[in-house]
Nanobody
């Protein structure tokens, strides 16, 4: 069982930056695929970025939402069991509850990265990011 706790959300102005953190329990966190999702008011939850384990110390990152490419960066510190989402040049449309999620990985190259809620086994409760114009 993995427990995920997000932090780092808050109220910022357009153009500001935030770094979200997701602290995970469990000694094998390094072998999990992780992802950040977000859900804006009145909208469905969407996947934002993923970090997939490819075996050994290799991870593959993907950015699933076109609007965040070049602005958001997913990273992880396995020694601290933490996944980060660095968000730069924030826009009002980035306002949402951001969720961290994880799934057990086989660590095989070529495995399809997570693309939806159904792909994930574990979820945090979310952290709210509000971007004012």
């Amino acid at each position: 069982q993995v427990q995920l706790v997000e932090s780092g959300g808050g109220l910022v102005q357009a153009g500001d930056s935030l770094r979200l953190s997701c602290a995970a329990s469990g000694r094998t966190f390094r072998s999990y695929d992780t992802a950040w999702f977000r859900q804006a008011p009145g909208k469905e939850r969407e996947i934002v970025a993923t970090s997939s384990w490819m075996g050994g110390n290799t991870y593959e990152n993907t950015y699933n939402t076109e609007s965040v490419k070049g602005r958001f960066t997913i990273s992880r510190d396995n020694a601290k069991n933490t996944v980060f989402l660095q968000m730069n040049s924030l826009k009002p449309e980035d306002t949402a509850v951001y969720y961290c999620a994880a799934r057990i990985s086989l660590g095989l190259r070529g495995t399809r990265p997570p693309t939806s809620d159904a792909d994930m086994n574990y979820w945090g409760k979310g952290t709210l990011v509000t971007v004012s114009s």
